[in-house]
């Protein structure tokens, strides 16, 4: 009798029918195929399909399990099933939270499917009609305002060459088109036509189009911690002033460095709290010592008036060594985080990242006049910001000289 030879594998058709539901459900590849119990490598293959050229140049195409039969539906729509009820006990007469309750829904999600799915003649609720609407907003593409539209498209692009964010151009759109709702956008919406240029027909060549630089979605990491210089006769953050901490009075700034490749070079950064204003500071030469920085420091700042020298919080950077040379030239008390806490200088943390869509991580900040600081410098400062009500930085410091 012959031999029945190896065993194939188990199959996997109930794994791949659990992988669907978990992705469709927002799970990501990597979580889902743990979960079901295969390699990340095959959940990708299961998501995107793949293409195997033999030996003898035959090519097998093997396509996605999510084209492979009808595509689950999210347990987080709402049923036909539960479109009925809903009709049902509204029928009853029923009010919002008892149908949330029977449903085990949301009185949110009930409110509105009532709201939107009722019969614009009789006002009555239909639920054959309103599962047939919610199945076609769920399927239709992306209207593509971006691609169609080429005025968007060129205020969109405009403003992302000034490096503004998403957030910032949605905005501006809807201040520019007051009333016209086709030419607003979300923001998610300029993030997509970035990350996916065949959504929004942006060119890909524009330069630093988000501060990250990226061209795709990337999880966070954890923030790196620069290691701290010994510095003497320090005066600890918490001994600052309260009024620094509301942003109410101006004045209180927060400053560090943002170096170079090999940490042969940097630029200092001094931003007041209240306002979000910006300063960059010039440390010429190949070093940036506690000597030239003080210099530099000291020669940018005293140009303020007195009301703008409150105070200054550092990190424990052996650049500021010469701390109380510098408090004593600019009248101002200097403050310093405690270690490895560069979240208690934040104002100057996220002010440090815009920065770095003008002056990328490994590059030479040599080669950066204080003229080219200057023109980075008057261009943030004039940038809408969220955080001030969508006033730029200079209106708001300004504003706040004036009362």
Excluded at 350 to 374: C, M, S
Aim: proline share 6%.
């Amino acid at each position: 009798m012959a031999g029945r030879g190896r065993p194939g594998s188990e199959p996997q058709a109930e794994k791949r029918r659990e992988f669907v539901c978990l992705v469709n459900d927002g799970i990501s590849i990597s979580e889902a195929s743990r979960r079901v119990g295969i390699n990340r490598k095959t959940g990708m293959r299961w998501r995107h399909g793949r293409k195997i050229t033999t030996s003898h140049g035959v090519v097998h195409q093997y396509p996605s399990v999510f084209t492979q039969g009808e595509k689950t539906i999210s347990a987080r729509y709402l049923s036909e099933d539960e479109r009925v009820r809903i009709a049902d006990l509204a029928a009853r007469g029923a009010g919002v939270r008892q149908i949330a309750r029977e449903l085990g829904r949301s009185p949110s999600t009930i409110s509105r499917e009532l709201r939107r799915n009722r019969d614009e003649g009789t006002a009555a609720y239909r639920p054959f009609a309103a599962h047939r609407a919610a199945t076609r907003r769920r399927a239709r593409p992306g209207r593509g305002k971006l691609r169609n539209d080429a005025q968007l498209r060129s205020f969109v692009e405009e403003r992302l060459k000034k490096r503004w964010s998403p957030e910032q151009i949605a905005r501006a759109l809807r201040e520019h088109f007051v009333g016209q709702r086709e030419y607003h956008l979300a923001p998610e919406t300029i993030y997509q036509a970035v990350y996916r240029t065949e959504l929004g027909g942006l060119s890909r060549e524009l330069p630093a189009v988000l501060r990250t630089r990226r061209r795709r979605r990337r999880p966070r990491r954890r923030a790196e911690v620069r290691n701290a210089g010994s510095l003497v006769r320090m005066t600890m953050i918490a001994k600052r002033p309260k009024e620094a901490d509301d942003r109410r009075v101006p004045g209180h700034w927060e400053g560090d460095l943002i170096v170079g490749a090999h940490n042969r070079s940097a630029i200092g950064t001094v931003v007041e709290r209240a306002s979000r204003f910006t300063l960059l500071i010039h440390l010429p030469g190949p070093r940036h010592s506690a000597e030239v920085l003080r210099d530099a420091l000291v020669a940018q700042m005293e140009r303020l008036p007195p009301e703008l020298r409150r105070s200054l919080t550092w990190d424990q950077g052996k650049e500021m060594a010469l701390h109380a040379e510098i408090a004593a030239a600019l009248s101002m008390p200097i403050f310093f985080c405690d270690a490895h806490s560069p979240w208690q200088r934040p104002t100057n943390e996220n002010t440090n990242g815009l920065l770095r869509q003008y002056f990328p991580k490994g590059t030479d900040l040599r080669v950066y006049g204080p003229e080219d600081l200057a023109a980075v410098a008057a261009e943030v400062n004039t940038r809408p910001r969220k955080v001030l009500s969508w006033q730029s930085p200079a209106e708001r410091l300004s504003a706040s000289l004036r009362n």
